[in-house]
């Protein structure tokens, strides 16, 4: 909390300074003009500073009195407004319709100007040109047919282990540090082609885990404070900038070690991995530099670790509410998700592509999952000119809009009036709940579901990253009893990313002795 209140403590000086200024006799009236207290940031403010857990609902509520769509105007202190959105209509407009008008934005490549050249913080010109090169990898015939054998591998040598050593001994675990462990080693496997072994009985010290978690920190709140202010940290080498330039240095050297160590032709067998395929596939001096090979390996480290990680967090705490869920997910692993494998008494792991493709109930409850807790619970774009949305407001060049895919999820003209409920049942078509036969997952476009964006932006991983999360949650339940522990507060933390505040604790039991 320590940014959040030398944030609040920089607005409370300000207006101590408008009473100090002004004339003693016109203060009060004065500021009472200025400054217009029925804004809806008024009523957010108690929220960020008592219970900044609680951020996102308030949100979603205010959005929900203001159909949809609500300006904050805060330019009279930061020299820009916050317009923020719910609405289909407006996402539609401004991911596809003039998506040309709407772009990450200078702020954003300041954010992460760690990340270098990568595509990732481009904006739509120079990133398409990349994301052509940089994408390549995902139409790949070899990187298809390596997803199998990575997802094995991390389960086979890393998760199984791990997992029977916890349940031998009644240890309790924290379910969210586990894949996080877990999902660095699965992408850095396919990244690398190296096993990072982060997740090993004892969870060994990973300075490369250490450091992600140091500068995905660093990053939301270099967003959420006025630039001057974490520039002014990183200059006196304090806060969070502090350790996000400890961390930067430890980044570097490692995926400086993993692409020096390609270039030297240490790792000369057949199998595929992402560094490999950007340097065979390189066609330009740019392409083939250290530091553009870098920071695109850094960019798909954090994009296959965390979004995953904390996906799979909230399933499993979604799941252990809803029994009836738990026990239709098992039904259709042993109706044929495994094959004769699971039959009782029986351990196996799940990686083969015929096997995951029949776990269609647990796909729609994965989907759900990030129906009610998107991974990014808000998407932010600058525009560069000034336009009008399809619900009337006005935007401007110094407008910053946020797509509030969090409140999105919890609105009942998209999802009904039960859209509060965790249904997995609402993802299904063709066929009867529980993942009977016959029964397909539903699309719904992504105006309505933005958790793998949309239009230009949208995700190219979305089928591998379900093949993992599939995967590890049914190898998971097919092998566990996961009990999560009771008298913990599961509440969204203050993020980039909608991990969840305190982690999850709980115990688990093998199935099969």
């Given at each position: 909390m320590g940014n959040l209140e030398l944030f609040l403590a920089i607005i409370l000086c300000c207006f101590i300074l408008l009473f100090l200024i002004l004339p003693s006799t016109t203060n009060i009236n004065y500021i009472y003009t200025l400054l217009p207290w029925n804004w809806p940031f008024m009523k957010l403010m108690p929220t960020a500073y008592l219970k900044s857990h609680q951020l996102y609902d308030k949100i979603t509520d205010v959005l929900f009195e203001h159909n949809g769509t609500v300006l904050f105007q805060t330019s009279w202190f930061t020299n820009l407004d916050i317009l923020v959105t719910s609405d289909p209509v407006n996402v539609q407009h401004v991911m596809n319709s003039k998506f040309t008008i709407y772009q990450r934005g200078t702020e954003f490549r300041k954010a992460f100007d760690f990340l270098g050249d990568a595509a990732f913080i481009k904006d739509l010109d120079e990133w398409k040109e990349d994301k052509k090169f940089t994408h390549a990898f995902y139409k790949e015939i070899r990187f298809q047919k390596s997803i199998p054998e990575t997802t094995r591998h991390t389960l086979e040598k890393a998760l199984i282990p791990v997992l029977d050593h916890i349940s031998s001994q009644n240890e309790v675990v924290d379910l969210q540090g586990l894949f996080h462990r877990y999902m660095l080693d699965a992408t850095c496997l396919m990244a690398t082609g190296s096993d990072l072994g982060s997740l090993r009985v004892g969870f060994p010290d990973c300075p490369l885990l250490d450091a992600m978690d140091d500068v995905a920190e660093a990053v939301f709140w270099r967003q959420i404070l006025p630039e001057r202010v974490w520039r002014m940290q990183r200059w006196l080498k304090i806060g969070k900038e502090k350790k996000m330039s400890h961390a930067c240095v430890t980044l570097n050297r490692i995926l400086a070690g993993y692409v020096s160590g390609k270039k030297r032709g240490k790792d000369d067998d057949e199998s595929f991995d992402v560094l490999k395929f950007y340097m065979d596939e390189a066609s330009t001096e740019k392409q083939t530099g250290s530091a553009f090979l870098a920071a695109n390996l850094m960019t798909l480290l954090f994009a296959g670790r965390d979004t995953s990680a904390a996906l799979l967090t909230w399933f499993f705490y979604l799941v252990s509410k809803n029994p009836s869920v738990e026990n239709a997910i098992l039904e259709e692993i042993g109706r044929g998700g495994g094959g004769d494998s699971t039959a009782p008494g029986r351990k196996h792991v799940f990686f083969r592509p015929e096997e995951l493709s029949k776990l269609v109930y647990l796909q729609?409850?994965?989907?759900?999952?990030?129906?009610?807790?998107?991974?990014?619970?808000?998407?932010?774009?600058?525009?560069?000119?000034?336009?009008?949305?399809?619900?009337?407001q006005r935007v401007f060049k110094n407008t910053k809009v946020v797509l509030c895919t969090y409140a999105m999820g919890r609105s009942p003209e998209i999802w009904g009036e039960d859209c509060g409920e965790f249904k997995p049942e609402r993802w299904m078509c063709g066929g009867g709940g529980g993942g009977g036969g016959g029964v397909n997952v539903k699309h719904v476009g992504s105006n309505s579901f933005l958790a793998f964006g949309s239009g230009p932006w949208a995700c190219p991983g979305k089928e591998v990253a379900f093949a993992r999360l599939k995967g590890v949650a049914a190898t998971i339940m097919h092998n566990y009893h996961v009990r999560v522990s009771e008298g913990q507060t599961a509440s969204p933390s203050v993020s980039a990313l909608l991990t969840m505040r305190h982690g999850l604790k709980a115990t688990l039991s093998n199935r099969w002795m």
């Open positions: 729609c409850a994965l989907m759900e999952t990030l129906r009610l807790f998107p991974t990014a619970p808000v998407i932010i774009r600058d525009p560069n000119r000034e336009d009008v949305l399809p619900s009337g």
